[in-house]
């Protein structure tokens, strides 16, 4: 806005001083032409009379013509072919003159005009006429000349100059004044809108922009509060949806398990056959159970209220670690990791970092190092297994709901749902920060998943 403004005002100040110098410039030249030429032929009219009487004094004449704006008047005598022309004038050269001009006077029956530039290289302005001298005087050739010096109006045309240069200045000063002014009323409420549309994206659904005094840009906020509203409705829905269905599904699966754990108490009465039939059924059921568990985890995480909270990051991942009962993981800090806070909610981020220890399980032998690194105004969480890895063709696509690896593939499809990444990825994205996995750094095989999250005050 500020440079199409800047731009905008210094095109029209350039046309503005094009236009307003060239008319300038042609009217001064104009009127200084006209005057100048009046006088010079109402100059060349008396000496054409004094031509006519017996012994023309030019000397006197000359002196006595009026001047326009500093001309010279010249008359240029010959009185043979042979013998070279006599100049009167009272202050001026003949050599100021130029050759060229004076021939083509000589040549012509009517008045001829050039512009040329003197020895100083000040422009002048000549008229020529020649003049018919009596048939009684000896003269052969008569010619009349003046001379105007044209610097008088160079000198007004720079100071035209000159001001006009300072009003584009000052014009684009101002174009780009208003620019500022008009940018900041223009882009204040625009980027509002972008910092709740950021802020939409982390999972405040409930962001809105306040309304402003300008009509146009209150269109704009009143549409914008409204599509959020209807996502945000949307979502909920979507949510309780999901939230409903597994809810319902919870207590038929309750009785199917606990006929099933009435079963595997006679299990000794069935057949083989029907023992490992029962075998399969209980081991889908606790798939089935987990996958209805993380779904009513995704729903809440989906619609649910977060808490924002001060927590010590270092604190929460060593109390996770330790709750997981897994020996021999120590948590290495980072020692400008030490005091790191991050606002966020303390049971999602608990069960980030612990549905990563339980992958580390799954597809490992669990994890090798669990690590909190500083990184400026965020900090890290690292896991680490010495495990198969995440191929790199997997490695985003082991983070969308539903979506399961190689390495699950290999272990059969007993265990796991695929929304245990979902769920780290959902939860660190609503707390402003985001989670990946690559190979791991020193080059041994294994996953080196990180989630990353913004330090407290600096989001
Ligand atoms: P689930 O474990 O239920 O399959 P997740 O979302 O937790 O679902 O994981 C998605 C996929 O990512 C897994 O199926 C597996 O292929 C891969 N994965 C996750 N953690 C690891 C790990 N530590 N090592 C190797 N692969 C992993």
């Given at each position: 806005?500020?440079?199409?403004?800047t731009?905008?005002?210094?095109?029209?100040?350039?046309?503005?001083?094009?236009i307003?110098?060239?008319?300038?410039?042609?009217?001064?030249?104009?009127q200084?032409?006209?005057?100048?030429?009046d006088?010079?032929?109402?100059?060349a009219l008396?000496?054409?009379?004094?031509?006519r009487?017996?012994?023309?004094d030019?000397?006197s004449?000359?002196l006595?013509?009026?001047?326009?704006?500093?001309?010279?008047?010249?008359?240029?005598?010959?009185?043979?072919?042979?013998?070279?022309?006599?100049?009167?004038?009272?202050?001026v050269?003949?050599?100021?003159?130029?050759?060229?001009?004076?021939?083509?006077?000589?040549?012509a029956?009517?008045?001829?005009?050039?512009?040329?530039?003197?020895?100083d290289g000040?422009?002048?302005l000549?008229?020529?006429?020649?003049?018919?001298?009596?048939?009684?005087?000896?003269?052969?050739?008569?010619?009349?000349f003046?001379?105007?010096?044209?610097?008088?109006i160079?000198?007004?045309l720079r100071?035209?100059?000159?001001?006009?240069l300072?009003?584009?200045?000052?014009?684009?000063?101002?174009?780009?004044?208003?620019g500022?002014?008009?940018?900041?009323r223009?882009?204040?409420?625009?980027?509002?809108?972008g910092?709740a549309?950021?802020s939409i994206?982390?999972g405040?659904?409930?962001?809105?922009v306040?309304g402003?005094?300008?009509?146009?840009?209150?269109?704009?906020?009143?549409?914008?509060?409204?599509?959020?509203?209807?996502?945000?409705?949307?979502?909920?829905?979507?949510?309780?949806?999901a939230?409903?269905?597994?809810?319902?599904l919870?207590?038929?699966?309750?009785?199917?398990?606990?006929?099933?754990?009435?079963?595997?108490?006679?299990?000794?009465?069935?057949?083989?056959?029907?023992?490992?039939a029962?075998?399969?059924?209980?081991?889908?059921?606790d798939?089935?159970?987990?996958?209805?568990?993380?779904l009513?985890?995704i729903?809440?995480?989906?619609?649910?209220?977060?808490?924002?909270?001060?927590?010590n990051?270092?604190?929460?991942?060593v109390?996770t670690?330790?709750?997981?009962?897994?020996?021999?993981?120590?948590?290495a800090?980072?020692?400008?990791?030490?005091?790191?806070i991050?606002?966020?909610?303390?049971?999602?981020l608990?069960q980030?970092?612990?549905?990563?220890?339980?992958?580390?399980?799954?597809?490992?032998?669990g994890?090798?190092?669990?690590?909190?690194?500083?990184?400026?105004?965020c900090?890290?969480?690292?896991?680490?297994?010495?495990g198969?890895?995440?191929?790199?063709?997997?490695?985003?696509?082991?983070?969308?709901?539903f979506?399961r690896?190689?390495?699950?593939r290999?272990r059969?499809?007993?265990d796991?749902t695929?929304?245990g990444?979902?769920?780290?990825?959902?939860?660190?994205?609503?707390?402003?920060?985001?989670?990946?996995v690559?190979?791991?750094?020193?080059g041994?095989?294994?996953?080196?998943?990180?989630?990353?999250?913004?330090k407290?005050?600096?989001?």
């Amino acid at each position: 806005v500020i440079a199409s403004f800047t731009l905008g005002s210094l095109l029209l100040a350039t046309l503005l001083i094009l236009i307003t110098y060239g008319l300038g410039r042609s009217t001064l030249m104009r009127q200084r032409q006209d005057s100048s030429r009046d006088q010079f032929f109402a100059n060349a009219l008396q000496i054409q009379e004094q031509l006519r009487g017996e012994g023309p004094d030019f000397a006197s004449l000359l002196l006595s013509l009026p001047r326009v704006a500093g001309s010279e008047s010249i008359v240029r005598l010959r009185s043979s072919p042979h013998r070279p022309p006599d100049w009167n004038s009272p202050s001026v050269d003949s050599r100021t003159i130029p050759a060229i001009f004076i021939g083509s006077v000589l040549e012509a029956a009517d008045a001829r005009r050039m512009r040329f530039s003197n020895a100083d290289g000040e422009p002048q302005l000549a008229f020529g006429l020649r003049l018919q001298p009596s048939t009684a005087s000896e003269l052969q050739e008569v010619a009349y000349f003046e001379i105007i010096p044209l610097k008088e109006i160079n000198d007004t045309l720079r100071s035209l100059a000159i001001i006009l240069l300072l009003a584009a200045v000052l014009t684009v000063l101002l174009g780009a004044g208003l620019g500022v002014w008009a940018g900041g009323r223009l882009l204040q409420p625009l980027g509002e809108i972008g910092a709740a549309a950021r802020s939409i994206s982390k999972g405040h659904w409930d962001t809105r922009v306040d309304g402003v005094d300008d009509p146009d840009l209150n269109g704009i906020v009143r549409s914008f509060n409204e599509m959020a509203a209807s996502m945000q409705e949307r979502i909920a829905r979507d949510a309780r949806f999901a939230s409903d269905v597994s809810h319902e599904l919870r207590s038929p699966l309750m009785t199917i398990r606990a006929s099933v754990e009435v079963m595997q108490h006679r299990r000794d009465e069935l057949s083989e056959r029907s023992r490992q039939a029962l075998q399969l059924l209980s081991d889908d059921i606790d798939r089935f159970e987990q996958m209805v568990q993380d779904l009513l985890d995704i729903s809440r995480s989906d619609s649910g209220s977060m808490e924002s909270i001060p927590l010590n990051i270092v604190d929460l991942v060593v109390n996770t670690v330790s709750d997981f009962g897994e020996d021999g993981i120590t948590v290495a800090v980072d020692p400008a990791a030490t005091d790191s806070i991050v606002l966020g909610d303390k049971r999602r981020l608990h069960q980030v970092v612990a549905n990563l220890l339980t992958n580390a399980s799954k597809y490992a032998q669990g994890a090798t190092s669990v690590k909190v690194e500083d990184h400026g105004d965020c900090v890290r969480v690292v896991v680490e297994d010495a495990g198969p890895g995440v191929s790199p063709s997997e490695r985003t696509l082991v983070f969308e709901r539903f979506t399961r690896g190689a390495a699950a593939r290999r272990r059969g499809s007993g265990d796991g749902t695929g929304l245990g990444l979902a769920l780290v990825d959902e939860h660190v994205r609503r707390h402003g920060g985001s989670s990946w996995v690559n190979a791991r750094p020193d080059g041994e095989s294994g996953a080196h998943f990180v989630v990353e999250l913004p330090k407290a005050g600096r989001r």
